[in-house]
């Protein structure tokens, strides 16, 4: 009987890292190495800002930016729309009021799941003049900012989403249960001497 439930608890347990193990990835863009000050705020008077950049993932959920809502009116729309470069259609996208912006912070512009991504090139264009982007100062490999269709030096503070199993954070789980089991398994035979 005492088998039983143990073998329970651990199938349980197993069962509740795998449900923990289904997160949002994201993936930068951006260099993490440059520090927050670096960055430079874009101009939110400028009517389309485009950044192309290349998946790193099978699918893609959404996107994260650091913005800044510079709209008084919070019931504003801000249209993000994801466009396939290969053919220039528009695959996916997000309608957010301006006022769930949380200004200087990452904010998620989810949409519907965007299949077989890997290594294809995406462009995500903001269609608003109220949304302020913040931006590193120099393109990363694999990028490139347009600012009203004209190139620019540069890469938005812009990560990918993508909600998937992810087997570090499984094994993550599972090893700090087994590691708070055996302490307090010591403790137990330590006190009970």
């Not at 795998?18 to 990835?25: A, D, E, M, S």
């Not at 949409?111 to 090139?121: D, I, L, Q």
């Not at 913040?134 to 004209?150: P, V």
């Not at 010591?186 to 001497?193: A, G, I, M, T, V």
Request: proline share 1%; glycine share 6%; net charge negative.
């Amino acid at each position: 009987m005492k088998k039983i439930k143990k073998m329970a608890a651990v199938i349980i347990l197993i069962l509740i890292a795998f449900i923990y193990g289904h997160i949002h990835k994201t993936h930068a863009i951006y260099d993490r190495t440059v520090e927050n000050d670096q960055y430079i705020m874009l101009d939110g008077s400028q009517s389309q800002i485009t950044q192309e950049f290349i998946c790193e993932e099978d699918s893609l959920d959404g996107i994260q930016v650091k913005c800044q809502n510079l709209q008084e009116d919070p019931e504003a729309e801000i249209r993000v729309y994801l466009q396939d470069c290969e053919n220039g259609g528009i695959v996916a996208k997000s309608v957010k009021k301006a006022g769930e912006i949380k200004t200087g912070k990452f904010n998620e512009f989810s949409f519907n799941t965007v299949s077989r991504c890997r290594g294809k090139a995406y462009k995500v264009v903001f269609e608003k003049d109220f949304l302020a982007l913040y931006a590193e100062k120099t393109s990363e490999e694999g990028t490139n900012l347009k600012i009203n269709s004209e190139e620019s030096e540069g890469t938005l503070i812009l990560k990918t989403v993508t909600y998937r199993f992810d087997i570090e954070t499984f094994c993550v789980f599972l090893l700090l249960v087994l590691y708070i089991c055996v302490f307090f398994h010591f403790l137990n035979w330590l006190f009970s001497r």
